[in-house]
T-cell receptor, first 113, second 111 residues
């Protein structure tokens, strides 16, 4: 157990729907990162939050949004889902926003049908 | 930004040694990471190099040359369980220190 908790582990939904993925960072970690990994693709950075504030943004679609709550857990919202959004979505956390101690959760596998 | 290149796949024999190379081009430098990822699972941290040279950690070692923009991961006494994807990653030097990953090298260990 890495200490980073992601729920749900699996999600199957239809095109056009909206889903929310949840991440609880490791205890004491202030920074949360979201990544997307499609089949045979590398890890693509989506967005980072640090202590409730957006810190960095990657190639995140406008249909996707995220936030970090006062208890430091984070949610990634995916809307108007398309078949191409099917992927593994990973959350990682680190203590102070530095890359040292970057720990991943076990991921949410999203399947859009 | 960062540009990271590594071979797509490699095959090696159980008990052998394999070297996985990574070249990078970054707008700044803030260290280089290696992660291991088994299919469908989370990446797990292997090593972090910020200074030139070889860092040894059991069967795994990682080397860095900042002047050449080059790193390698050395795996000794290969075991079947080492079959996985090995990801090279570099942190950004702008705000956030997010990690940018290479596409990964899929290593297959055969008998």
């Amino acid at each position: 157990d890495s200490g980073v908790t992601q729920t749900p582990k699996h999600l199957i939904t239809a095109t056009g729907q909206r889903v929310t993925l949840r991440c609880s960072p490791r205890s004491g970690d202030l920074s949360v990162y979201w990544y997307q990994q499609s089949l045979d693709q590398g890890l693509q950075f989506l967005i980072q939050y640090y202590n409730g504030e957006e810190r960095a943004k990657g190639n995140i679609l406008e249909r996707f949004s995220a936030q970090q709550f006062p208890d430091l857990h984070s949610e990634l919202n995916l809307s108007s889902l398309e078949l191409g959004d099917s992927a593994l979505y990973f959350c990682a956390s680190s203590p102070r926003g530095g890359a040292e101690g970057y720990t991943f959760g076990s991921g949410t596998r999203l399947t859009v049908v | 930004g960062q540009n990271i290149d590594q071979p797509t796949e490699m095959t090696a024999t159980e008990g052998a040694i394999v070297q996985i190379n990574c070249t990078y081009q970054t707008s700044g430098f803030n260290g280089l990471f290696w992660y291991q990822q088994h299919a469908g699972e989370a990446p797990t941290f292997l090593s972090y190099n910020v200074l030139d040279g070889l860092e040894e950690k059991g069967r795994f070692s990682s080397f860095l040359s900042r002047s050449k923009g080059y790193s390698y991961l050395l795996l000794k006494e290969l075991q079947m369980k080492d079959s996985a994807s090995y990801l090279c990653a570099a942190p950004s030097t702008g705000g956030g220190n997010k990690l940018t990953f290479g596409t990964g090298t899929q290593l297959k260990v055969e008998l």
